[in-house]
């Protein structure tokens, strides 16, 4: 009843949340592509608003598409955690890529569904005013997740689109969304309701989600109030097996249940105070989070229990709460301290219970689990530019982690870790040349899970686990990169990587357990460009090759080798906006010689703005998938019964979720 209690009431006690700005981050003034800083390593890529804006993107998870490298996928509908492939990684549910949100966390530590699961249902894509991507790991100030980057979304709106604006949108899938936003010089207030069907079956959502932000002059500084809430309830379609959708008894949209699901809730919130005083910039902040989560799921049928199905319902509820502060120092004028101290605190509980096909659930617990997180972390660098032309960076991470858990079937256990990751890049101008080289090591801990070995697994074999001996996931990350600027309107930048784990450890979220697979390799190289002839149109082209392996030669599953990207923007003075994008996706391994076929999907929106009685209106046509491609967004390899008329086989087939058909969407929004 405790348990239940805290889990319940996380959502109703206030929070405050800290913004933490990259140490990085450019002038809050709208970025030109051909007027912002050059970025310190090849890896690093900052998408400004005016591109946001220009971006019909349905969620926020979309307007990832305009980092380049960067493939989402969420399978199932818009309420679940997301699946991120970034340099040869299959990050899951934000395993491998750290995601803030004005410098909050928003990976979530020992999630019951995944570690490190991130959720961008918080984030609505009208208050998105900057994205700063990192592929790899170069600077120190990455944190926990960090180990094939990072990507920090920053919160706000241009001056030139402040005052109130409302915006209605439907869809052909029964959507209908409303959104209000209020911004001024200081403050910003958005909210946000979402009704859905999707397409196909089981994909429905309904959606609440408020957004706040203000900013005040207290000692000579700046001191920032952010907060956020979301309210999700969604359907969660099982995948389906592609020798069922070839013979015809199921369509790729189609679920074979319609009974599972989900409920998502979050509250964010902090302040932060930020001052410079001569060559000196002082940031630091606190934020504090609740979450609430429950997924009912299957995702092999009837396999292991012919009768009652394999099922399952996970919940979760957390508290979390930080401290950051970071220091900027002019030492002269070719030197630069950069210091960040940071600590962090999880008190979880999650539970997982078989679920039967009648909807009834099993009082003997698969996972009853109550565990407490702290992390502490202080990093250091020094910048040098012994030459205007050339600017070198060295620095080191230093983390510990504490874990304590109780796992009422397990029993319980605690354990202390450390790491160091030291990271340094430099860049050197030669021209309309830009050299880059980097090399740093990006930390993933384990959940706290880990410190409670079940009795039953001690003869288990040693690459399959539930829980097990705690370690921290290293990866070493080398990076060389040039880029061309031949002209303020273009510029084109290649990046070559090379990646190695020595104890690599994924979460199977199929069978809920750990497991470790030893030492990958990964390597590749990334080609992006972006023109801008003109203010008022702007295009990019990306490419990333990837070779992603264990060490035995084999293919890590379900990571693209090959992703392409086109994105284009027009935003003509006549009031005339079009946007038109392309994903290019190559095979994917799925194990044992399977693989995932290669995709091409197209999305284009055309609208037209004008004034009238004293407003600003703007109509938008967005149309997904405008060839009507039969693609699958995510493919898996895994063993299934749901047909029990037909025979069982515990042999493994390819599962696959739909990625959307044709769909459009009509805006109307207003300005006053």
């Known amino acids: 009843m405790l348990r239940a209690l805290r889990i319940t009431a996380l959502l109703l006690a206030p929070a405050v949340c800290a913004a933490a700005p990259d140490p990085a981050e450019p002038a809050a003034a709208p970025i030109r592509v051909y007027g912002r800083a050059p970025p310190d390593a090849a890896g690093e890529h900052r998408v400004d608003q005016r591109l946001i804006q220009q971006k019909p993107a349905r969620t926020a998870d979309e307007l990832l598409e305009l980092v380049p490298g960067l493939y989402v996928v969420q399978h199932g509908s818009e309420g679940k955690g997301h699946q991120l492939y970034i340099r040869g990684f299959d990050a899951l549910h934000g395993s491998d890529v750290e995601v803030t949100l004005e410098g909050i966390p928003l990976n979530e530590p020992g999630n019951v569904h995944g570690h490190g699961y991130v959720d961008l249902g918080l984030v609505m894509p009208e208050v998105v005013r900057g994205i700063v991507a990192t592929r790899g790991v170069s600077a120190v100030t990455q944190g926990d997740f960090a180990t094939a980057g990072s990507v920090a979304l920053r919160v706000g709106v241009d001056p030139a689109e402040r005052g109130l604006r409302v915006a209605v949108e439907g869809g052909t899938t029964g959507r209908l969304r409303g ?26 959502l309904r959606r609440a989600t408020a957004v706040v932000r203000g900013e005040l002059g207290v000692g000579g500084g700046t001191l920032t109030g952010f907060g956020a809430a ?13 020798d069922d959708v070839q013979a015809g008894r199921v369509g790729l949209t189609d679920s074979y249940t319609d ?48 009768e009652r199905g394999d099922g399952h319902r996970q919940t979760h509820g957390a508290v979390s709460m930080g401290i950051d502060t970071r220091l900027r120092w002019r030492l002269g004028p070719r030197w630069r301290l950069l210091a960040a101290v940071d600590w962090a605190v999880d008190d979880y509980a999650q539970t997982q219970a078989p679920l039967g096909d009648d909807g009834a659930l099993d009082p003997a617990l698969d996972r009853d689990l109550e565990a407490t997180r702290q992390r502490a972390a202080v990093s ?15 620095g080191v991470r230093a983390a510990g982690w504490r874990f304590d858990a109780d796992d009422g079937a397990h029993g319980a256990g605690g354990e202390t870790l450390f790491a160091l990751a030291p990271r340094v890049r430099g860049r050197l101008a030669l021209g309309r040349w830009l050299l880059f080289a980097a090399y740093g090591r990006g930390l993933r801990p384990p959940e706290a899970r880990a ?25 070493d990350h080398g990076e060389l990169g040039v880029r061309w600027q031949p002209d303020v309107g273009l510029t084109a930048t290649l990046a070559g990587f090379a990646v190695g784990i020595e104890r690599e450890q ?84 799925l194990g044992d010689g399977a693989e995932a076929a290669p995709a091409a999907v197209v999305d284009a929106a055309l609208g037209y703005r004008w004034a009238a009685f004293g407003a600003e209106v703007a109509v938008e046509l967005a149309v997904e998938n405008v060839f009507d491609t039969a693609w699958r967004e995510g493919e898996y390899r895994f063993a299934s019964w749901w047909d029990r008329s037909r025979p069982r086989s515990a042999l493994p087939a390819i599962h696959a979720f739909a990625g959307s058909p044709r769909q459009g969407r009509l805006s109307l929004v207003v300005w006053l």
Do not use: K, M
Request: hydrophobic share 45%; charged share 25%.
């Open 179 to 204: 959104v209000a936003r209020w911004a001024g010089d200081e403050a910003l207030l958005a909210v946000e309701g979402t009704r859905d069907a999707g397409f196909g079956q089981n994909r429905d």
């Open 451 to 475: 410190v409670v070995r079940p009795p039953a697994a001690a003869d288990a074999p040693a690459d399959r686990y539930q829980g097990g001996a705690a370690a921290v996931t290293v990866a």
């Open 506 to 589: 994924i979460y199977d979220h199929v069978s809920a357990t750990t497991v470790e697979r030893g030492a990958t390799r990964r390597a590749g190289a990334e080609l992006d460009v972006a023109l801008e002839p003109w203010p008022w149109l702007y295009a990019a082209v990306s490419g990333a090759a990837v070779q992603a392996r264990f060490a035995d030669g084999a293919p890590i599953p379900g990571v693209p080798t090959l992703l392409g990207r086109l994105e284009a923007a027009v935003e003509h003075p006549w009031g005339i906006t079009a946007g038109l994008s392309l994903l290019a996706l190559g095979p994917r391994p």
């Open 230 to 242: 979301t309210h999700a309830d969604f359907g969660l379609p099982s995948a389906v097996r592609l």
């Open 380 to 394: 250091a660098a020094v910048r040098w530019r012994p030459v205007p032309r050339l600017s070198l960076e060295g």
């Open 259 to 306: 009974d599972t699901g989900g409920r998502s809730q979050r509250v964010v919130g902090g302040l932060r105070f930020a001052r410079r005083v001569d060559g000196l910039r002082l940031d630091a902040g606190l934020w504090v989070q609740g979450r609430a989560l429950r997924l009912d799921e299957r995702f092999t049928g009837y396999l292991d229990d012919a």
